[in-house]
């Protein structure tokens, strides 16, 4: 028998596509769909470990669309992602990491990044409705405003067996439907200027806690 490696974190989050294009073609129920690189942009990543984080919240959303022009702009797109990362089992920090990019320039908030000055409040809930998503964060230079929801009955419950067989998340909810709205900002405290605020739809979204011991 090989020894199992032990790893001093129970989950890994790469993302190597924050906004791709595909094309392609996939065939469901005998309907054949088409994908090219103009339709609406894709997404990519890599998750590996050995469970989810507690509670786990992620979403991300490319399909944006300014409220102040009208336009959806390329290479533009939010990514949201974890909860209580775990190094040797101790929590380092309560925050999700936040990516977006404006027109190819990133914006991150990342509360790894100590000297960016990383702040945010945020709230992930849900009812027996609907999931939503709402978060403020701010850094040296800038602040966002998320606000996003997904009514239930566009939501997959999933099941997920972690590698020992039993399964911690009874309420995993994801979807491909999530909507709202991202605002965003340059500046600091009382010197904040409206960057650009859009609306948002085909956010690909999921919540979950873990059970109650």
């Known amino acids: 028998l090989r020894g199992q490696r032990v790893s001093p974190f129970p989950t890994y989050w790469h993302v190597d596509g924050m906004y791709t294009r595909y094309e392609g073609a996939i065939t469901f129920n005998g309907e054949d769909y088409e994908v090219t690189k103009n339709s609406l942009p894709g997404y990519q990543d890599k998750m590996w470990g050995s469970d989810y984080l507690h509670p786990w919240a992620w979403l ?8 102040i022009t009208n336009q959806t702009y390329p290479l533009t797109g939010l990514t949201i992602g974890g909860m209580h990362p775990l190094i040797l089992g101790k929590h380092i920090f309560n925050r999700p990491v936040i990516a977006f990019i404006y027109k190819g320039e990133l914006f991150d908030y990342n509360p790894s990044k100590f000297w960016m000055l990383p702040r945010q409040k945020f709230i992930f809930r ?3 409705k609907k999931v939503e998503w709402l978060i403020v964060a701010t ?4 602040k966002i405003k998320i606000e996003f929801s997904c009514p239930k009955r566009l939501m997959i419950k999933s099941i997920y067996e972690n590698p020992e067989g ?15 709205t991202v605002t965003l900002y340059r500046g600091r405290p009382n010197k904040y200027e409206l960057v650009d605020a859009f609306g948002g739809e085909f956010g690909f979204g999921m919540y979950g806690e873990r059970a109650a011991s």
């Open 60 to 67: 991300n959303c490319n399909q944006l669309t300014s409220r």
């Open 126 to 128: 849900q009812d027996d």
């Open 139 to 142: 850094n040296l230079n800038s």
């Open 166 to 180: 039993t399964v911690e998340y009874p309420e995993l909810w994801s979807t491909g439907w999530a909507s709202g």
